[in-house]
């Protein structure tokens, strides 16, 4: 069976060239991986998901390729090993979709069959729309399959321990998943770790990995409540300090000091969730 192998591009992705791996990048990396691969090797960058398979269901009817091996081109860690553990399992079973599961995201590319990708173009234009329409995500392909999962012959390469819980990303695409990938790869290459397995393991047991920026941030911007809850602690922990009830509290967070607050955040994490009043009721702040 012949196969091509396709990169997506994510022109918003700040880091995907900077060479912090060994002296190259991500996308160097990625292309290596791709190199020890068979088949010719393509980058697209399209607009959304239903243009995505458009995309690829021509380049593997203008090659004659039978099916895409599909990866975003700023994974560091692109396991080889496990490449081949996945083409042998797509190609012996006759597959329409495979893929790793219970690996981190990053480890391991997405096999898709060219007939499949045919349909799951029309899907995509068709009654699931709403998908095809979005831009094209991570999980896009799989998510779109999911609808229908039944009706698809899938082949999933087990991780032989479940690492889903740590909910490692090992791409290039935000400033914390590229911190976890630079900091991974100071420890791989401590411990001269090549196979997908063991790099999960070693990551699951570097601190860097684990922690890198904040993505989420409660904000106080009003400490009035309307019940004082005897189940929460804020409404007694507040009286006591402040010798007020809460039911009766005034103090709210201006609009200017809650604006450079997430300013500095933004700055920081780049991309993170901001969780308005962990306590208080946010809609008593009169800005």
């Excluded at 082949?155 to 889903?164: F, K, V």
Aim: aromatic share 12%.
């Amino acid at each position: 069976m012949k196969s091509i192998i396709v990169f997506f591009n994510d022109k918003a992705s700040e880091y995907g060239d900077k060479k912090v791996f060994g002296g190259k990048s991500a996308k160097e990396l990625s292309k290596s991986w791709a190199e020890n691969l068979t088949g010719d090797i393509f980058t697209v960058e399209s607009k959304n998901l239903s243009q995505l398979l458009s995309d690829m269901k021509k380049l593997c009817t203008e090659n004659s390729a039978d099916y895409v091996i599909f990866s975003w081109n700023d994974l560091p860690y692109l396991n080889l090993e496990l490449t081949k553990q996945l083409i042998d399992s797509h190609t012996e079973y006759k597959s329409e979709y495979t893929f790793a599961d219970g690996y981190p995201y990053g480890l391991s590319p997405e096999l898709i069959d060219a007939g499949t990708l045919g349909i799951l173009a029309e899907l995509s234009k068709t009654t699931q729309n709403s998908l095809g329409e979005k831009s094209v995500e991570r999980d896009s392909i799989y998510n779109l399959i999911k609808t229908d999962i039944n009706s698809f012959e899938v082949e999933a390469e087990i991780a032989p321990e479940d690492w889903r819980l740590y909910r490692f990303a090992f791409h290039c695409g935000k400033k914390d998943n590229f911190l976890q990938c630079t900091v991974l790869n100071e420890a791989v290459a401590d411990k001269n770790i090549t196979s997908a397995n063991g790099i999960s393991s070693l990551a699951a047991k570097t601190l860097g990995c684990l922690k890198t920026v904040p993505g989420f941030y409660n904000v106080q911007i009003a400490d009035k409540v309307h019940s004082n809850y005897v189940y929460l602690p804020y409404c007694k922990a507040y009286e006591e300090k402040n010798k007020l009830s809460p039911l009766n509290a005034t103090s709210c967070m201006s609009y200017e000091k809650f604006s450079t607050l997430v300013e500095k955040i933004a700055a920081f994490s780049e991309k993170a969730v901001i969780n308005l009043s962990a306590w208080g009721e946010p809609l008593t702040n009169p800005d």
